[in-house]
């Protein structure tokens, strides 16, 4: 069984930075997508990045250039750099594992990043 576990989350203010975490346990392929996720209140999840085990990487618009994602393989841990933050990044950040044999997707439980205006 899978688990990912975050971390860092809290409140920052807006221009701020904040570094959150996700370290998976278990049982995992050697090749598996990390990314995360955000919802804010009122708004369906939104894929925000990810990462392959490669080290290839794909950003959402709205983050491009401000947020930074990586992957320590040999703690099997994902980090999201958050940089310039906005209020409206606001949002529960979810982990998100995607194994590749088998294939399944595992998420985390969220961690709460607040942006103050």
């Known amino acids: 069984q899978v688990q990912l576990v975050e971390s860092g989350g809290g409140l920052v203010q807006a221009g701020g930075s904040r570094r959150l975490s996700c370290a998976a346990s278990g049982s995992i392929s050697s090749h598996s997508v990390m990314g995360w996720y955000r919802q804010a209140p009122g708004k369906q999840r939104e894929w925000v990045t990810h990462?392959?085990?490669?080290?290839?990487?794909n950003y959402a618009d709205s983050v491009k250039d401000r947020f930074t994602i990586s992957r320590d393989n040999a703690k099997r841990t994902v980090y999201l750099q958050m940089n310039s933050l906005k209020p409206e990044d606001t949002a529960v950040y979810y982990c998100r594992l995607e194994a590749a044999s088998p294939y399944f997707i595992y998420w985390g439980q969220g961690t709460q990043v607040t942006v103050s205006s």
């Open positions: 990462i392959t085990t490669g080290g290839t990487t």
